[in-house]
């Protein structure tokens, strides 16, 4: 279980009061990952749904890095939500890189309890896709 003052940190929970922020943190663990690891590989299903607490991550395409995610940002979302496999790899970029993870089954549920929260994912998630212009060469 990941403590629920990290996730009161983070834009995305904002919305929370804090019993719901503490039963959200109940569902949720804490991974780290060092630097050079993949903590989603393209083409493999994804496997939860991850929002760095502390660290940088790098989206990687084709070895190259698109974009770098930071404290509060979230992936493997997309995964979880359409059944497709992950696009990217996400790889830790700095010496350790933290994350809360919801499993994949969780993830569903967890929006519909919570519609705040899915509008935040919703929005971040049209700042990323208004950026991805900048990966088309």
Do not use: K
Not at 19 to 29: C, I, S
């Amino acid at each position: 279980m990941i403590d629920a003052d990290v996730l009161s940190r983070l834009a995305l929970f904002a919305d929370l009061q804090p019993p719901q922020l503490q039963a959200v943190a109940e569902l949720m663990d804490e991974a780290s990952f060092a630097r050079d690891a993949r903590v989603l590989r393209s083409g493999i299903s994804g496997g939860g749904f991850y929002v760095i607490t502390e660290g940088e991550a790098s989206v990687r395409i084709e070895g190259r890095d698109r974009v770098r995610f930071h404290p509060g940002d979230f992936f493997g979302e997309l995964s979880i939500l359409t059944g497709d496999p992950v696009v990217a790899d996400i790889v830790a970029v700095s010496e350790e890189l933290r994350c809360a993870v919801l499993p994949e089954h969780r993830l569903r549920p967890l929006l519909l309890e919570h519609p705040h929260l899915a509008l935040r994912m919703l929005e971040a998630l049209a700042r990323r896709l208004r950026t991805t212009t900048l990966w088309v060469e």
